[in-house]
């Protein structure tokens, strides 16, 4: 808790997979000796984080069914509220925005509200950037009177974590640094892999500044509506039943290979024949990852759970008709339906070290398997 008694809050934002659970996962598996809770907000019909969150000791609360900057914020304020009635219980709260939030209205509900104002604190508007794909986002024209949320996430960023920095050579990433200091001059960029930055640059460093937000948005206080792009959408998709791995690999490297532009996102809590783990699929336009619950992070299925895939593609243009069949092409049959474990088992390690490779040309990872499709 701050000397003033509030408890400060972290707001977490950064577009469609730049790394943002990622780095909440981090901070909250760091030993920091704080009680945090966290609030998370997801894009998308199908909510996928609440699998990918680690739930630890950490208090969780999920908003889904819209985005934190409008339709949900007051699912958010409701959550705060309640927060600020058990404040004693937490040291500080981080909140995960969507990737497509406007940060504006998410960091104006602690001015609007002011039980909100006398219990929190904000400590911190944290930008996470994907330094492999950010160009092409801040570069993307938008429809008349929408906002490029990219460029509205760095603008009002206190700190900026220039991610993924494995995937770009030094010289791409000296020119993002410098795209990013024209867009904000005053935020520190700290390079980074992983979300890995030493906790005491990232929590409690009292970086959000009022009057330096109003200098970038004279009228942030003021309610006001915000358009989102409305050519991007998402498609959710949930079928019980168990995935023939080989199929999915082929079906997943051919979509984000010839798709992949504008399929900004996609992720997947899959269950495969043969196979107790809990698969995760991730991917970020053409770099595609698989891993399960063997290489830790998910817990595998329960014995008595019903294996529901959830998988969800947030994009342009997509086509929900052809995602949903190409998905149910990969279902094999529903758990228990008679499948040589063994066989099926040994398909299914196969998958998550080879095929997908095979469907895209591969790239190594350290965990599970990424592919650049
Ligand atoms: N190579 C590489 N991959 C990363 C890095 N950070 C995150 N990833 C991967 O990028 C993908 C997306 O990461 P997330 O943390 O889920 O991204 P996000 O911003 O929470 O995504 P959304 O909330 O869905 O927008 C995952 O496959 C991560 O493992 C990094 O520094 N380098």
């Not at 008694?5 to 000796?33: A, D, Q």
């Not at 989102?228 to 998709?237: A, L, M, Q, R």
Request: aromatic share 6%; glycine share 10%; with cysteine.
């Amino acid at each position: 808790m701050e000397s003033s008694g509030k408890t400060p809050v972290s707001v977490v934002t950064g577009f469609l997979g730049s790394g943002k659970t990622t780095l909440v996962n981090y901070i909250l598996s760091e030993n920091h000796g704080k009680k945090i809770a966290v609030v998370e907000n997801e894009f998308g019909e199908v909510g996928i984080d609440d699998a990918l969150v680690m739930q630890a000791q950490e208090e969780i609360f999920e908003m889904n069914n819209g985005c934190v900057c409008c339709t949900v914020r007051g699912d958010l304020i409701r959550i705060l509220n309640k927060l600020a009635k058990r404040r004693n219980k937490f040291d500080h709260i981080l909140i995960e925005t969507t990737g497509l939030a406007d940060p504006a209205p998410v960091l104006q509900t602690f001015f609007v509200d002011d039980d909100l104002q006398e219990s929190f604190q904000l400590d911190a508007l944290i930008t996470v950037v994907d330094a492999k794909h950010i160009l092409q986002h801040l570069d993307e024209a938008k429809p008349e009177g929408v906002e490029n949320e990219s460029v509205e996430q760095i603008a009002f960023a206190d700190r900026i974590l220039l991610n993924k920095t494995d995937l770009v050579e030094a010289e791409e990433q000296a020119a993002i640094k410098s795209r990013i200091k024209a867009i904000n001059k005053f935020a520190e960029v700290i390079e980074c892999s992983y979300g890995r930055v030493p906790l005491q640059q990232l929590l409690g460093i009292q970086a959000f500044s009022l009057d330096r937000v109003l200098a970038v948005e004279p009228d942030f206080l003021e309610d006001k509506e915000h358009e989102h792009d409305s050519s991007i959408s998402s498609v959710g998709i949930e079928r019980e039943g168990l995935c023939d791995m080989a199929l999915l690999q082929q079906w997943l490297g051919g979509l984000l290979r010839e798709q992949g532009a504008d399929l900004f996102r996609s992720k997947g809590v899959l269950a495969v024949q043969g196979s107790d783990d809990r698969y995760v699929f991730q991917g970020v336009h053409m770099l595609m990852q698989m891993s399960c619950s063997s290489s830790g992070g998910v817990l595998p299925w329960g014995p008595q759970e019903r294996r529901l895939n959830r998988i969800v593609f947030i994009g342009r243009n997509l086509d929900r008709a052809a995602l949903t069949q190409g998905f149910e092409a990969c279902l094999v049959g529903v758990a228990g339906s008679g499948v040589s474990p063994t066989a099926a088992a040994d398909g299914a390690a196969g998958m998550a070290g080879n095929a997908l490779q095979q469907a895209a040309g591969a790239v190594s990872a350290d965990s599970g398997v990424k592919v650049q499709a």
